[in-house]
């Protein structure tokens, strides 16, 4: 392999989608060689995903548009092999793997692209074993990989694309949907994968501190259609172009910058565990001494209690087991585990979708174990990670006016509340609009105001910013706490976004095998290494930080920056 030749390249690239009036490309300039491991990162609409779509082909193929410049890929045009042509030099792994399977089986799976190049049986099973056992996937191999795992699905989604012996592996937004520790696994995969194997490896990706847990060569970031850093990792970690793009900075970085200090390239800062922490140790040890926080008070009021709860949707398996804790009212609660460790199963529980086999749920100090899913709906609202799979009105109006007209309220009451949910919930504006007409984070807003006009007291929010970059992370957390500010309504959040448990939480419930392992702040959970390792969290890198700086306090450190921030950020707001 020519390592001095480049395996993509883009000159003066630019493109137009049809339906738009202005290009998402502009002039993009790019060479990546072989054998490089890059991240190409930026905020929702900065032009990623259509960078990505040219390599495979789907642009200008499956995505009609108007496309200028050169673009070279494995010494090919994209736009003349087509998609097909281009997947046997570009292996692209979906965010959404699910939409990506096509067969009954993990072997079938695998051997797809194999079967349709008629390759000879024998040598077939002896690829796909060969890939299995390479992506650990061997015990799986006569499964369907709609019952597997979040990481389970992207290993056979890769073993489909690895398959094709293509030179090129391309990942969308590989972590979205995967909890903290599967998502270190998927990363370090990568990586083994990358120096096991003559490959180029390009990832789309915003959470840059999770693609960091191991080296990528280049940082690619892109902002309204243009390139504007192709830089090493310390090098850019040393400046403020991700906070000054809407791209959220590790947080141990964040926090060095916090304490006043210019960081060096020369540290290798792209690493908390071997980054040269001496420089910066006496700076931040000043820091977290003027910055220390007294702990809030509590709520002492009582919303939800649960008590001794247990649930098994058979007899052989139990996912909710002996299960109690309790809601204050006005207070955010994250509820954290990995994947499969019952966190949906116990929201469907409260909400009624299920009946428990044993334990109490009381809400406001009435049992509620007798009441309907419409009466809880009541008092207790659910909010699902895609508001797709909520919203079954084409009008904004009529979405959030339907559970107060299914209750039979008059009229001119059903408009006032509606009316006065969507200025709460900044869609007054959009009131006449179609649901179509909205962005995803807006969407979303638009299915928790269809909860809020019933005026819970609890809220249960699953996933509520998966998938979204920190700009509108961000907006979408700040509506979120306005609304528990202004309304005293009580919050849960299941979530795998360690940020978003750390800055926007009071309390941490962590689920694993259907057991509650801890209910504490959450600084305190995520550092704790035992319960990270068992509940598959990642420990966050201030604990790392306040170790390097021999600050024995790890967990107000955690508080003290997260609380820093968010003043700083407030501040700059007003």
Known sequence: MDRTKPIIEFSEVSFKYRAQSEPTLKDIDLKIYPGEKILISGQSGSGKSTLAHCLNALIPCSYAGDMSGELRVGGQTPSELGVFGMSKTVGTVLQDTDGQFIALTVAEDIAFALENEGMPQAQM????????????????????????????????????????????????????????????????????????????????????????????????????????????????????????????????????????????????PRHIENMNIDPYKNRIKQWFKSNTEH???????????????????????????????????????????????????????????????????????????????????????????????????????????????????????????????????????????PVSALSFGQKKRVSIASILVLNPGLIILDEPTAGQDYHHYTEMMEFIRKLRDELHVSIMMITHDMHLMLEYTDRTLVLTDGKLLMNARPEEVLTNEEICDRAYLKRTSLYDLAKRCDIDEADEFAASFINWERRKRQESVV
């Open 295 to 433: 702990k809030n008070e509590e709520s002492s009021d009582t919303l939800l209690e649960i008590s001794h709860l247990r649930f098994g949707y058979d007899r052989s398996r139990t996912i909710v087991n002996d299960v109690s804790f309790d809601i204050k009212k006005g207070e955010m609660i994250s509820l954290v585990g990995k994947n499969g460790a019952g966190k949906s199963t116990l929201a469907s529980l409260i909400c009624g979708f299920y009946k428990p086999d044993e334990g109490t749920i009381r809400f406001d100090g009435q049992d509620i174990g007798g009441l309907s899913i419409k009466e809880r709906g009541e008092k207790i609202g659910f909010c699902m990670q895609s508001p797709n799979q909520m919203i079954s009105k084409p009008m904004i109006y009529d979405e959030v006016s339907l559970g107060l007209v299914s209750r039979g309220v008059p009229e001119d009451e059903i408009k006032k509340k509606v009316y006065e949910t969507l200025k709460i919930c900044g869609l007054y504006q959009f009131r006449n609009w």
């Open 125 to 268: 099973f002896q690829k796909v074993e060969a890939i299995a056992d390479k992506l650990d996937l061997k015990d799986f191999i006569g499964s369907a990989p709609g019952e597997l795992s979040g990481g389970q699905k992207q290993r056979v989604s890769l073993g489909g694309v690895m398959a094709c012996d293509v030179k090129i592996l391309l990942f969308d937004e590989p972590l979205a949907n995967l909890d903290p520790a599967t998502g270190k696994r998927t990363i370090a995969l990568i990586d083994d994968i990358l120096k096991d194997e003559e490959l180029t490896v390009v990832i789309i990706e915003h959470r840059i501190e999770d693609v960091l847990y191991r080296d990528v060569d280049r940082i690619i970031l892109m902002d309204q259609g243009r390139i504007i850093a192709d830089m090493h990792p310390d090098e850019l970690l040393s400046t403020d172009i991700l906070s000054e793009h809407g791209i959220r900075e590790p947080l141990y970085i964040s926090a060095i910058k916090a304490s006043g200090a210019k960081i060096d390239p020369a540290d290798h």
